[in-house]
């Protein structure tokens, strides 16, 4: 059974910066799809990032430009590099991941809150 694990999120100032981690018990080789999602109070799950199994990457238009999204087969870690962090911002982050290139996602983690003070 496939678990991901986020880690990393936590309360920053605005402008500021924050690194999420999951961690993919197994192997993450055999993921082709890995992505962050967000869902903040009283909205709609919103797309982040994804990141496919040859590395080219996607994000959702309100984060390009400030998010990274990146993985490390051999640490079986996908990241998100968050910068110039705004209000808006402030969500619960979930990992999420498929093995196969269409469909819903296989797997999901318990979430990480993030939360940018004004």
């Known amino acids: 059974q496939v678990q991901l694990v986020e880690s990393g999120g936590g309360l920053v100032q605005a402008g500021g910066s924050l690194r999420l981690s999951c961690a993919v018990s197994g192997s993450i080789s055999s993921m082709y799809f890995m992505g962050w999602y967000r869902q903040a109070p009283g909205k709609q799950r919103e797309f982040v990032a994804r990141?496919?199994?040859?590395?080219?990457?996607n994000y959702g238009d309100s984060v390009k430009g400030r998010f990274t999204i990146s993985r490390d087969n051999a640490l079986n870690t996908v990241y998100l590099q968050m910068n110039s962090l705004k209000p808006e911002d402030t969500a619960v982050y979930y990992c999420?991941?498929?093995?196969?290139?269409?469909?819903?996602?296989?797997?999901w983690g318990q979430g990480t809150q993030v939360t940018v003070s004004s």
């Open positions: 990141i496919i199994s040859d590395g080219s990457s």
């Open positions: 999420a991941g498929r093995r196969r290139a269409f469909g819903p996602n296989d797997y």
